[in-house]
């Protein structure tokens, strides 16, 4: 990679900005001066601006992040604080997260910079599965499993929803598993047969459970084992 990219990516400005930093002799690699933007960067190489050490990324980054209540899933918001917040890795604001939380949705997210990895998770043609844990204002009523597993036709669409599964844990409190992400469709679907979500918890996304050693607002990297079988479904 040229230095002059690798620099506007790590510091965040222009590449105008950067020649001017590289002019003003800022920048060394392994504790030489370099004044040309089109130096190229090897793996070995340790660059630093100022004397601070800037990390290459070599390899794509995958991480589980618990998600509290009153973060949004956004690498920046004027009005709300993000998950960003929480992570303590370089050049954090190239990471995305794969599977969006409402912002007062807790549970897991999972954040990359490997676009071709959440697209697998993601897309609606894939049908990846994911655990909500749901606490309900009513108990639910007696054909309400069935209606989910037969599909909810939503407010304002033509096609109802794929078969849901609805498994009661108390009579508050359920576990609904999807295979698809419309629009705040768990709290959508509770309202179509006249009930009301009073908290959403996500568990599960694929073959990923959230993990019970974190807390909430800690994250961790994925094994290899989750990277590999994020998108598959598990019955």
Known sequence: MRLDKFL??????????????????????????????AFQLQPE?????????????????YF?????QDYVCS????????????????????????GRLDIDTTGRVLLTDDGQWSHRLTSPRHHCEKDYLVTLEQPL???????FADGILLRGEKVPT??????TLAPLQVRLTLSEGRYHQVKRMFAAVGNRVVALH????????????????????????????AGLAVN
């Open 8 to 37: 506007s990516q790590q510091l965040g400005v222009s590449r105008a900005l950067v020649a001017r930093e590289l002019r003003a002799k800022r920048v060394t690699v392994d504790g030489e001066v370099i004044r040309q933007g």
């Open 75 to 98: 690498t920046d918001d004027p009005d709300h604080p993000t998950i960003l917040y929480f992570i303590d890795e370089p050049v954090p604001d190239k990471l995305h997260a794969a």
């Open 141 to 147: 009523a007696a054909d309400t499993a069935a209606q």
């Open 64 to 68: 589980m992040l618990y998600k509290p």
């Open 162 to 167: 794929r078969p849901a599964r609805l498994e």
């Open 202 to 229: 996500r568990e599960r996304i694929g073959a990923i459970v959230l993990d019970a050693h974190l807390q909430p607002g800690e994250y961790r990297a994925l094994t290899a084992e989750e990277i590999a079988g």
């Open 45 to 61: 190489h340790q660059v630093r601006f100022d004397g601070n050490l800037l990390h290459q990324i070599l390899t794509a980054r």
